[in-house]
């Protein structure tokens, strides 16, 4: 395992096409195919931090190769080959540094939305039920209480922001006007498919799937026309919310394998979300975790992993 983490990734013969806050993504010699490497930053309250959580990156992958493969029946997905020995010539010289934290996939225009699903009540998603007994302006039952799972699973899409600002929570009916109802109509469908196989399957395995965001995308189709495929990465920690199913327990916060214990660690030491952070810069730009809070959680990522994949698994 290694004790340092990957911030950026260094490929100088290719061309970086976008750096998000943790996947640096390249172009290939294939115009149809993309890089895209999962470095070990971590942001919180979408802000990157300085230093990054060692093998975090190689724990995404893991997860989102494992969720394509069990997926792959219900939607196509923009997932090619994660071995590097497939990939296009000039990656392979890459080897040692993007091993296990690459994959080459189908190059996407990326649907503007973030489908989220929530299959429990929590988050953004409880703060507004608690203020006006709706989520993203859907009625509920009155009387629901924190973390309690919902009559059913709900789509609830947000827009997906530009670089650095905030996604925001719209209804369902804006989501629609935004990308047409067709489009937003096959989404909601196969949104909700995987959410329920995922949720089933991580049940199986002692994980609650209480909620999580897909990224859908269109290609071209070989009839003409446009295909819908699922892309990005594919229910990880930093995509969806897992907690324990055991001593779950509706009526507050579950204890979750997510980045809530860096959240809460960062609210802890006077980060504000929307504030300055004074000389370091903006909004928690220059925070840097204590090293107990990166082993932390380090240790809750990959214990998600194991929960998920088996206690064999390695990076
Ligand atoms: N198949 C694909 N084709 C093109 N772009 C993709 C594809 N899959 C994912 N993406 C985009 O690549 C980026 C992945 O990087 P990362 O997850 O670090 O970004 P982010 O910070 O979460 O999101 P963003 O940069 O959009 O704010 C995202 O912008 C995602 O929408
Ligand atoms: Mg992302």
Redesign the pocket.
């Known amino acids: 395992m290694a004790d340092t983490a990957l911030i950026n990734t260094e490929l100088t013969a290719l061309t970086l096409v976008?750096k998000?806050?943790?996947?640096d993504?390249y172009a290939t010699s294939s115009p149809e195919h993309?890089l895209?490497v999962a470095t070990d930053r971590i942001s919180a309250y979408d802000v990157i931090l300085r230093n990054g959580v060692p093998d975090k990156g190689k724990v995404l992958t893991k997860i989102s190769l494992f969720w394509f493969e069990k997926l792959k029946d219900i939607i196509p997905t923009?997932f090619i080959t994660a071995n590097v020995d497939e990939m296009p010539e000039e990656v392979k010289q890459y080897g040692s540094q993007i091993e296990g934290r690459a994959m080459l996939?189908?190059?996407?225009k990326?649907v503007p939305l973030e489908a989220i699903v929530r299959g429990y009540l929590t988050g953004s998603g409880w703060a507004e039920y608690k203020k006006s007994g709706t989520v993203h302006g859907i009625p509920l039952p009155a009387g629901l209480v924190e973390s309690q799972k919902l009559p059913q699973p709900l789509f609830t899409p947000s827009t997906?922001a530009e670089?650095g600002q905030h996604d925001e929570n719209i209804s369902p009916q804006r989501a629609a006007s935004i990308v047409g109802q067709d489009l937003y109509d096959k989404i909601s469908v196969a949104a909700i498919k995987l959410y329920q196989a995922a949720a089933d399957y991580a049940l199986t395995r002692g994980l609650i799937l209480a909620d999580t965001k897909f990224?859908f995308?269109l290609i071209p189709s070989p009839s003409g026309g446009e295909e819908l495929i699922l892309?990005?990465?594919l229910l990880t920690p930093d995509s969806s919310r897992y907690w324990p199913a055991e001593g779950y327990k509706p009526g507050g916060t579950q204890p979750s394998f997510d980045k809530q214990y860096l959240r809460d660690w960062l609210t802890s030491t006077g980060f504000r979300k929307g504030f300055e952070s004074g000389p370091e810069g903006k909004e928690g730009e220059g925070w840097v975790m204590e090293t107990s809070v990166v082993e932390g959680t380090r240790e809750r990522y990959f214990e998600a992993l194991k929960m998920l994949v088996g206690e064999d698994v390695t990076l």
């Open positions: 976008s998000g806050k943790v996947r993504v993309l895209f923009h996939v189908k190059k996407a990326v997906k670089q990224e995308g892309v990005d990465e």
